[in-house]
């Protein structure tokens, strides 16, 4: 079992959570503590030490892998390709333009992952938080809080198609950030079309507000689709955190858990827990119920790391997918894109409905 540690957080600030890394050293040791506990999987963000935000220069992220690599050199370091959606001020929150996110696929030292959305959704982070959930953090003050409603995760084909080509031609691996099944679809149809030929590993980001909720049928569901080469992470957050990452563990899937989904132990203790407690916590959970924790090595021979294929009969093949039709209809156009955020305004969907997408 692949434990993912999260303890960055981009959408909380210093003095929202205890273990909150702010400066270098204290993100670095972070990893280290993380990956000492059992994590050999890691949620890549990096924090502006002089602003304590999100961090959106490039220089910094580049910094900040290298120091990543010396400390904890066999960890796979999976950088979040969701930069900068943290609001500054009377900003509200909102993901950085196509070009910027192109960008990480140059990052140096090149990360071993860097996630992607397929399929622009709603990503309301805070829609299913309680008042209890946020209770002593920034996001208790009700203006805080709006900056984030009306948050898009914006990954249309026009994104996605540019985004895997640079990531293949730099070598990084894409770890497929995915909210509900349809989107998971989506990277098939990329798989039939040769689009993406290579491993797939993928998380269900149930957080709610657009994407997958609480409710554990979406997760069963996501679970009776996926291809069974696949490899599959659970996540959540808050008080749902554990219970559905205990139900992936007994079901031989891997989990993700940190400070950047979650705050709380349980519902019952009602006690702050760290990132670092969190994995620990995993790590016995995973004992009690039978699962053995990877090693580094075997967390990479996993997710094929490095790993790229040549063909879609070969991706398939490698995910226990059915082959290609011969001749039959795809069902899905591949379109040239130059990767750039196109404009939507005056649009309409064929129920004359506005396209809803940025402007």
Not at 28 to 36: G, I, K, L, M, S
Not at 73 to 84: E, F, H, R, Y
Not at 216 to 229: A, I, K, L, T
Request: with cysteine; hydrophobic share 40%.
């Amino acid at each position: 079992m692949i434990i993912t540690a999260a303890p960055y957080a981009p959408a909380w600030l210093p003095g929202d959570c205890p273990d909150l890394a702010v400066s270098y050293d204290e993100q670095v040791q972070a990893a280290v503590d993380c990956f000492n506990a059992g994590a050999t999987h890691l949620h890549v963000h990096v924090r502006d030490p002089k602003t304590g935000h999100g961090s959106v220069d490039f220089d910094e992220f580049n910094y900040m892998l290298g120091r990543l690599r010396k400390a904890v050199p066999k960890m796979i370091l999976s950088v979040g390709g969701s930069i900068s959606f943290a609001p500054k001020g009377d900003q509200k929150a909102g993901w950085l333009d196509y070009d910027t996110r192109h960008m990480l696929a140059e990052l140096t030292p090149k990360p071993d992952q860097v996630t992607i959305a397929t399929g622009t959704a709603m990503m309301d982070v805070i829609q299913m938080f309680t008042p209890d959930d946020v209770q002593g953090t920034h996001l208790s003050d009700s203006k805080a809080a709006l900056a984030y409603t009306g948050l898009w995760a914006d990954a249309g084909p026009g994104f996605y198609i540019e985004h895997l080509k640079r990531l293949r031609a730099h070598g990084i691996q894409p770890y497929f950030m995915l909210g509900y099944v349809h989107q998971l679809e989506i990277v098939e149809r990329l798989i039939r079309a040769g689009v993406y030929m290579g491993p797939l590993n993928h998380c269900l980001v149930a957080v709610g507000g657009g994407c997958a909720g609480h409710n554990p049928f979406d997760m069963m569901e996501y679970v009776r689709r996926s291809p069974h080469g696949s490899v599959f992470t659970m996540m959540s957050t808050m008080r749902s955190a554990i219970p559905l990452c205990t139900m992936a563990i007994a079901l031989g899937l891997h989990v993700r858990v940190g400070n950047e989904d979650n705050l709380w132990a349980s519902s019952a203790t009602r006690k702050r827990i760290t990132t670092v407690q969190q994995v620990e916590q995993m790590v016995r959970i995973a004992k009690e119920l039978g699962r053995r924790v990877a090693t580094p090595d075997e967390a990479r021979e996993i997710m094929k790391i490095g790993t790229w294929y040549n063909s879609p009969d070969e991706t398939l093949a490698n995910l226990g997918l059915p082959p290609n039709r011969k001749g039959g209809q795809m069902g899905f156009i591949v379109k040239q894109t130059d990767g750039l955020l196109k404009t939507t305004r005056g649009l309409v969907a064929s129920d004359s409905h506005p396209i809803a997408m940025p402007a």
